[in-house]
């Protein structure tokens, strides 16, 4: 969050020049390019994540792979325009492959299809006689939800060939796959669309009245812009910056494919060291040592960098110092920390969300009513009345496909707004204010119902729905497509493209992302099988995770606990200070958004590179200054 005494330039006055061309972005030689390149992100994210299972190059807001084409691709495109200038590709048309890229890569992933398509035949393959699962959840399944028969046993041919590979002579069942994946689908569109629409909305308030840098887009959009690029390509540093966690991380890349290769070691696990009382009980406590992150860090706010590393190590001191008065430990299912300091981040989540909300109601207001001069001037994605008929449009969407599946309206209103309108915005957020480039949560919906009531009151039908919803939307939300909505734009504000050529750039690179990745993911497990693939994906999360957590709810055999409650409204109360002495005081260092972030995986893997950047960044400016 900004200080609202510091949100008075509309900058959208300056993004785009009277004379901004209102050409399509779609030319055949960026439809050509893009669909090339796109379909080579595709192809190289499911290898290096689903086969590998090491090379984690795709779920990232903003992914290497991504950064490493951009990289390449501008270069190729200099020597292009020197070869045959009409060869090369203007700065509209780089944007169109680079959105092709973005979304490609983040579809691919951990976005939607690394949960989508495990996840339909997760449930059939892993029941037995053990879990109970075929009596539990079968029952409780539409017939067109799925690729395998409702009424029939466990793992039947169609799941266990995805998971153990085809037999010699046996093809791939690509029939039964196409209506559960088609009416997914539609649900998956509802959601996008919620997104997109919010998209517009969301942008107008902080890039343009909040000044949000998105730093994100800084590094991309310095390679795109054909001034910079230039300039970029020449510099000594940016070579020496590219080439030591290039060769690090390719050094180390080469050691999982081939262990003969020396590894780099980069992290240390503090809790190997901290083993007696009451250091155990402090949750999982890496040191990663990204340079490439560090680098990054280092572009970011000093206040930033600061809250990031210290509300991390202050949750870690809650729990030793728990500990030490005789707590016992109880853990979180969904972020990795105690209960009871997650449960200070769903309530720091609400908080952050509403004051938000009411930081920006005056310009929202003007945005909605149609007073907003970006609305006279046409400078937004759409027009707010469009935004807001398609916001209505896709709720309704998605609460009537949450009925037909069997979840009750109540409860697809609960999950699907704390989706959208809490933990979405918030990621938003974490990217477009801090730069976080990965967007991890700490809690799921379910877990917010049970601040005040037993998961098994839910009945076994909304149980088995949200076991499916929360392993493909609300649990991993790395890859979320909110944020690359919103990086886009800010992408063509810096390229002097109108706002309003975008929507059909986001559109048509989701659109050719969802086809292409889904045949590759069914395809390798077929041929390889999923077992023998990344476990993550075929092992975890989707394909077993909600099924294994929602048994004991569905057999009754659940318990509330008080703490989670009261500590709700502790990290509520701690995000409300936050907020309220960030907006009076200039000099107050911590910012409420690292609080609400600080048990998620994010956090856990990047505090250690925030601290090393904040300290090289604060020793610079004060011994070197600022220059």
């Not at 959840?137 to 793992?155: A, H, I, L, N, S």
């Not at 853990?331 to 938000?356: D, P």
């Amino acid at each position: 969050m900004t200080h609202p005494q510091h949100d008075k330039v509309d900058v959208t006055l300056l993004s785009h020049s009277p004379a901004a061309s209102e050409r399509s972005l779609f030319t055949a030689k960026a439809l050509f390019a893009a669909a090339l390149i796109g379909a080579a992100v595709i192809f190289v994210v499911a290898w290096a994540e689903l086969i590998t299972g090491q090379i984690m190059i795709g779920f990232l807001q903003l992914p290497p792979v991504v950064v490493a084409a951009t990289f390449l691709i501008t270069i190729a495109n200099r020597l292009a325009g020197r070869l045959w200038k009409p060869l090369a590709l203007s700065a509209r048309e780089m944007l169109v492959v680079y959105c092709f890229m973005l979304f490609a890569s983040m579809i691919t992933s951990r976005g939607l299809m690394e949960d989508l398509i495990p996840m339909e035949v997760g449930l059939n393959y892993y029941a037995d006689p053990t879990n109970k699962w075929q009596e539990l959840y079968f029952k409780y399944v539409q017939p067109w939800m799925v690729p395998w028969d409702v009424t029939g046993g466990p793992r039947q041919p169609i799941a266990a060939s995805f998971f153990e590979g085809l037999r010699p002579g046996q093809s791939i069942p690509w029939r039964p796959w196409l209506a559960p994946t088609a009416a997914w689908l539609l649900l998956v569109a509802a959601v996008y669309a919620f997104m997109l629409f919010a998209s517009a909305i969301l942008y107008r308030l902080w890039a343009d009245h909040e000044l949000l840098s998105f730093p994100l887009v800084q590094l991309p959009l310095e390679m795109l812009n054909p001034e910079q690029s230039r300039h970029f390509l020449r510099n000594k540093l940016t070579w020496i910056g590219f080439s030591l966690p290039v060769v690090v991380f390719g050094i180390n890349g080469a050691h999982m494919i081939w262990p003969l290769v020396p590894q780099i070691p980069l992290q240390i696990v503090l809790n190997q060291y901290l083993t007696g009382r009451p250091w155990y009980g402090m949750a999982y406590t890496p040191m990663y040592l990204s340079m490439a992150a560090v680098g990054f860090f280092y572009l970011l706010p000093s206040e930033l960098l600061l809250s990031l590393w210290v509300f991390f190590l202050l949750g870690r001191a809650q729990e030793v110092f728990a500990t030490a008065l005789g707590f016992p430990f109880r853990g979180w299912a969904h972020a990795c920390a105690q209960a009871f300091t997650a449960s200070q981040t769903m309530g720091a989540y609400f908080v952050l969300v509403g004051y938000m909300a009411y930081a920006s109601w005056p310009r929202l207001r003007e945005l909605l009513a149609g007073r907003d001069e970006a609305v006279r001037h046409r400078r937004l994605l759409m027009h707010p009345r469009v935004a807001l008929t398609g916001l209505a449009v896709a709720a309704v969407g998605i609460l009537v496909w949450t009925n037909l599946a069997g979840m009750s309206t109540p409860v697809a209103i609960l999950e699907f707004g704390v989706y959208l309108l809490v933990q979405a915005v918030i990621m938003a957020r974490s990217t477009a204010e801090s730069g976080l480039p990965m967007t991890e949560g700490s809690f799921t919906p379910l877990d917010v119902y049970r601040i005040a009531a037993r998961p098994r009151t839910l009945g076994p039908r909304n149980l088995t729905m949200l076991a499916f919803t929360s392993a493909l939307f609300t649990r991993d939300l790395r890859g979320i497509v909110l944020t690359g909505f919103l990086d886009g734009q800010k992408m063509g504000d810096g390229l002097g493209i109108p706002r309003r050529l975008l929507p059909g750039v986001f559109v048509a690179a989701v659109l050719f992302a969802i086809p292409l990745s889904a045949l590759i993911h069914l395809y390798l497990p077929y041929v390889r099988g999923g077992v023998t693939m990344y476990s993550y994906v075929y092992k975890a999360n989707a394909t077993t995770q909600f099924w294994r957590e929602h048994a004991p709810f569905m057999m009754g055999q659940d318990e509330f606990w008080w703490g989670t409650p009261i500590w709700f409204a502790v990290g509520g109360l701690v995000t409300a200070f936050l907020s309220f002495m960030r907006r009076q005081y200039v000099w107050w260092p911590f910012h409420p958004l690292a609080y609400a972030l600080s048990c998620s995986w994010t956090v856990v893997v990047f505090w250690f590179p925030a601290m090393v950047a904040w300290l090289v960044k604060t020793t610079m400016g004060r011994y070197g200054g600022v220059k």
